[in-house]
Every structure is written in C-alpha cells, then in structure tokens.
C-alpha cells in the first residue's frame, strides 16, 4: 500500500474548509486538526482507522454509563465505509453480545417505505394523491385525501389508544376511522405526526405486504432488512423480559408492519437511506420534490387559537419532519428555537441534509456537500436499544449520570426517546463530514492511492 503525507497545514485545511457550504465550521477545525496531524506519514488506512477511532471515543459514554445495552453505528460516502458496534441485546447478565449483524426495530423509518410504496402507486396510476382512501378500499371509511396522510395533515383520531389491543381488534377500528374536517378546519397549518394513517394505508392499498417484498429487496439485495416477526431470534429491543419482540404492541402478531415492525442492522439502514433518497432507482428527483415537499409555506405548526404548538419535550413544534423524511426548518427567525428538539436536524450540516428517525433511537442523516461539485455525499446513522435500562440500586431517583446530561427517572428507567439522543446524532454528524473533507484530502493529493486503499472499516466498542 504507497503510503502518502497528510500534512496538516493551516492554510490547506481552512481552503478545503471553504468549499464546504455550512456557514460556521470552527467546531471541526480542532478535529480535523487533530486527525491530521495525528495521520501524518500514515497510510490512508491509518488515517480512517484513526478517524473512526476518534468518533467511537466519543460515543463510548453511552455504553459505560449505562445508558443503553447496545448500539450500533455508521458512516458511508463515496469511497469508505465506517461501523462500529458494542454491547448487549438488553439489561441482563446473561444477555447476547451485539454484533455488526444484529438486528434493531428500525421504528418510525417504515413511514418512509410506506411512503415510497404509495408514491410508486400513483405513478403507475393506481392511487391519486387527491383521491380519497375509500374511493379505493370500500373496507375503509377513512375519507381523508392521499396527500394529506403522506403530510400529516389529516385529522385522524382513534376512539381509543390500540397500543395494547390485539391484531384483530386494532385492524377493526382502523376499518372505521374517518377524518373530523371540522375540528381541523379550525386549525391553522394543522400538522400530526402521527401512526393511524400510515396504519391504515398499510391495510387499505392492494397486496401491501408484497409491494413492501420488492421494494426492500432493491433496497437491499442482501436481506439485511426484515418485516415483523422475521428472524425474529436475532432480533434485539424491547422491555426487560421480552427480548426478540417488537418494543410497540401496535407492531405485534400484525402480518403487516406497524408503527414498528421493521428491522435491520446498521449496514441495511444506511443502505435502505442511500438508495431513496440519493439515487434515482426507486423515485426520480422530481418524484421526491413532491413527496417530500412541506404542505404549508410556513413551517411553524399552530395550535386553534393561533398560538405555536408546543411539543411533548416542551420546544415549539415545527414541519421539519415529511413523510419520514426530517430536514432543517427554513424561515426560522426565532432565536429561541430548540435545535435539541427529537424531530429536528443536527445543527451540523448542510442545507442539503436530510434525516429519517424512529423516536427510540434509529437514526440516519444523508449531507451533499455539493459546492462546486467538489464535495459528494455521506450517510450517517445510529442504532440503540429501544428501551434503556438502568438499575435503580446503580443511582439515586433523578441522580445525574456522570459525563452525560441525562437523568435517571423515578423507576430506575431511560427510555431511548428520554436520552436526548441528539448528542450522538451530532456526533455522528460531524464525523461524517470530516470523513468528506479528509477523503477530499486524499484525493486532491493522490487519488491513485485512494482507489487502491481498502473500503471498510470495523470497530468493536466495549465497555
């Protein structure tokens, strides 16, 4: 393998800064300074190696505090491929090993595929994005419009919550939902990021499960993705006690994916991200445009009375989230927007960036750093346990964790969701275009080496 120098000159590092597009890069300067200086009279192969050892450092807290059994994550772009993994299936002593094949609910991310499926409907003519559901299923009493499922700008309500109902009696009431128009006509930019639609367009469009068959296997040729209750004994997640189950009874014994019920590990996310929303395989770029178009001019989501919504973790709530797909709000001038908000983009990236995430710890984030053509794309992503477990003998009630800015709840408990995960989302997220910025390096230097230098790298965390 040639080995090349990795000089880590000022001047050459803040030229390539440059041409990337975000506005305020000073936070990467001491990494990347540190990486390259670090690399010097190294092979490209140290150089990742060492990159990928930086990030894993950083994350290494969420495993030895306690905060989840096992994670798994990733960084892809044009030339390298970066993993790293550790932990345990759950809690327990006796518990599995994570490896870089086991699997994670993917949660909120069959939204995305869901999407995609009904999209590809309307291109081939078999559903309108302004037809009504049951003007194609008469098994369905849902009167809300195509578009405004994809949206969330239906009004849908359940009589009752159908997380812990069984299969049949969860379909029952989904075969009798209807849009309350009056309730959402009082509402300005009415916005609900929620399941029911989504659930129900599962059940309503024809021969659903097969569709969702193709689409995963040219997603993914290497069945690095599975439906609910598939190869479910390498399937990790879920309470204490019920290892190999879907964390959301709503994803439970349904023959169809629910909330949850889809699964796969970190190479498959990554691979399932990359091919919708960067390649034109699956949609074209116009096709994506509008799909993934925010319904409203404005991004800020109102309550009836015309206050801001306020969300469950108390930010103001804004449309950053479209069918699956989460991106940086745009005309936000208020300088109390909360960038920690759980729906919402890293601050670290692009305009261009694009993010897809289940609310208890799936995460992944695509950057085009497309200046000048000079810069090509990452994907990122990070996969935790759905449910966190820490014993309450361990802490106090309330007690901080130490290096971390959680919390431990009354019962001893952090849900995924309740971790701020964010922190790791930025992590991730500056790794990424580093990783673009030093592989602009090598290549501006000497990109004979860098076809020749080896692709993928694997790190193994413990605690």
Not at 281 to 304: C, E, G, M, T, W
Not at 325 to 353: F, G, H, Q, V
Request: glycine residues 6%; hydrophobic residues 30%; charged residues 30%.
């Amino acid at each position: 393998m040639e080995k090349y120098l990795l000089n880590s000159e000022k001047k050459r590092i803040d030229e390539l800064l440059n041409k990337v597009n975000i506005k305020d890069l000073e936070y990467l300067k001491k990494d990347l300074n540190k990486i390259l200086l670090n690399s010097k009279d190294s092979s490209i192969e140290d150089t990742i190696n060492y990159l990928l050892e930086e990030m894993t450092r950083e994350l290494q807290p969420l495993l030895t505090n306690n905060l989840t059994p096992g994670i798994e994550t990733g960084l892809k772009n044009d030339y390298f491929k970066m993993f790293a993994y550790g932990g345990k299936y759950n809690g327990k002593d006796n518990s599995k090993d994570i490896d870089i094949n086991t699997l994670f609910s993917f949660d909120s991310i069959s939204k995305l595929l869901t999407s995609v499926i009904a999209y590809l409907e309307v291109k081939n003519g078999n559903l309108a994005m302004d037809r009504k559901i049951n003007d194609y299923n008469k098994d369905f009493l849902l009167d809300a419009k195509l578009k405004d499922i994809l949206k969330f700008t239906a009004y849908i309500k359940t009589p009752k919550r159908i997380d812990n109902l069984s299969p049949n009696e969860t379909i029952d009431i989904l075969k009798n939902v209807k849009e309350n128009t009056i309730e959402k006509n009082k509402i300005i930019n009415y916005y609900e990021y929620n399941d029911i639609g989504y659930m129900i367009l599962r059940q309503a469009i024809y021969d659903f499960t097969s569709k969702l068959d193709i689409l995963i296997k040219k997603i993914d040729e290497n069945n690095l993705t599975y439906k609910n209750n598939i190869n479910k004994d390498n399937i990790t997640g879920g309470k204490l006690g019920e290892e190999y189950m879907t964390p959301d009874t709503k994803g439970r014994g349904i023959d169809f994916p629910g909330h949850t019920g889809l699964y796969g590990n970190i190479v498959g996310l990554i691979k399932m991200f990359d091919e919708i929303i960067y390649k034109e395989n699956i949609l074209s770029n116009k096709d994506k445009d509008i799909l993934f178009s925010q319904p409203y001019n404005s991004p800020i989501v109102y309550n009836s009375d015309g206050s801001i919504k306020i969300g469950k973790n108390g930010s103001k709530q804004y449309m950053a989230k479209v069918a699956g797909i989460y991106r940086l709000p745009e005309k936000i001038n208020d300088l109390s927007y909360d960038k920690i908000a759980s729906c919402d983009m890293s601050n670290k990236t692009t305009k261009s960036a694009k993010a897809s995430t289940g609310t208890s710890g799936s995460w992944v984030v695509g950057d085009k750093l497309n200046n000048g053509e000079k810069f090509g794309t990452y994907v990122g992503g990070f996969l935790t346990n759905p449910y966190s477990y820490i014993e309450t003998r361990e802490y106090e009630k309330n007690e901080e964790i130490k290096g971390t800015p959680h919390k431990v709840t009354p019962r001893g408990v952090i849900l995924g969701y309740q971790t701020r995960l964010n922190m790791y989302k930025e992590i991730i997220t500056k790794y990424g275009i580093i990783l673009e910025i030093i592989t602009e390096y090598i290549k501006e230097n000497d990109k004979e080496a860098l076809n020749k230098a080896d692709k993928t790298y694997i790190k193994r965390m413990t605690k």
